[in-house]
């Protein structure tokens, strides 16, 4: 039965198809992968892709100004994004839903505190904050991860918020109130258990998102350092390249392309199949 629902939604098949091949691929680099990413071939600089005049048949997607092959650095490229996406959707998801949950269930000046909290980040520009922290905290993967989580938690904490607080006044969560069970049990056994679909939906929709903020910060340099391969990184040594090389970023961008397209198709069909509504 769910699969047959899941098989009405093609797009999303489509997008965990994406997700699942990038993932495959981040996770066997070392075996997919037809060079190593920081062997230099100062020899075979800026090699044009395999289909072109004066294209080594060795590169497939040609090389960089010091001889990188382009693909190998993309494949494992696609693990540092990968694993931001998913590592700061993790902090940010935790320190969201907790806020929600605790805004929406007890209410009163605790709420008004958190959804002012909730309003003024949100309001301040995101990349901006984003790039603030990690300039001052210093650029690397670790660093990285922590300012994308503790920034990417209001979205959380504004609809786990909405869903508690309508949730609350339901007759089962009422009833568990008049037999005596604590807050505690209440959010973790009768509240958040209602929540789990929408957690999960806005997560996956957030990876997608999280993995363009890596590529902007790793494009301006204050994301994962060189000589580590990174899309975002990839994309800004080839801006310079741009007239004259095409390649060095045309690639690493569609690389970001297809993968934030799959995570978002997969998405947008996981939230239509985990709908009550839908039938």
């Known amino acids: 039965m769910i ?40 020899t075979a600089r800026l090699k044009p892709p395999a289909w072109m005049a004066g294209a080594s048949p060795t590169h497939l997607l040609g090389t960089d100004p010091v001889g990188r092959d382009i693909l190998a650095r993309i494949i494992y490229g696609s693990q540092i994004s990968l694993a931001t996406g998913a590592a700061s959707v993790i ?28 309003n003024v980040m949100m309001a301040f520009p995101f990349i901006l904050l984003a790039l603030t922290a990690v300039a001052v905290m210093g650029p690397s993967f670790r660093n990285m991860v922590v300012v994308l989580g503790i920034t990417g938690w209001p979205i959380y904490t504004r609809v786990v918020r909405a869903e508690t607080a309508q949730i609350k006044t339901l007759e089962f969560v009422m009833a568990a109130r008049a037999l005596g069970f604590s807050s505690l049990r209440i959010i973790l056994r009768h509240i958040f258990p209602n929540l789990f679909n929408t957690v999960i939906v806005t997560s996956s929709l957030e990876v997608a998102r999280m993995i363009l903020m890596e590529s902007i910060l790793s494009f301006l340099g204050l994301g994962v350092q060189p000589p580590t391969p990174s899309w975002g990184g990839m994309l800004g040594e080839g801006r310079t390249y741009m007239l004259t090389h095409w390649w060095l970023a045309t690639f690493p961008g569609i690389a970001i392309f297809f993968t934030t397209l799959g995570i978002n198709l997969f998405g947008d069909g996981l939230r239509d199949v985990l709908d009550p509504h839908q039938y």
């Open 91 to 118: 902090i940010s998801a935790l320190i969201g839903v907790v806020l929600g949950l605790i805004g929406g269930y007890y209410g009163g000046k605790l709420d008004s505190i958190i959804n002012n909290l909730v």
């Open 3 to 42: 699969w047959r629902k899941v098989w009405k939604y093609r797009a999303g098949v489509v997008g965990l198809l994406i997700v699942v091949a990038m993932s495959g691929i981040a996770i066997g680099a070392a075996y997919v992968s037809p060079h190593d990413p920081y062997e230099q071939e100062v």
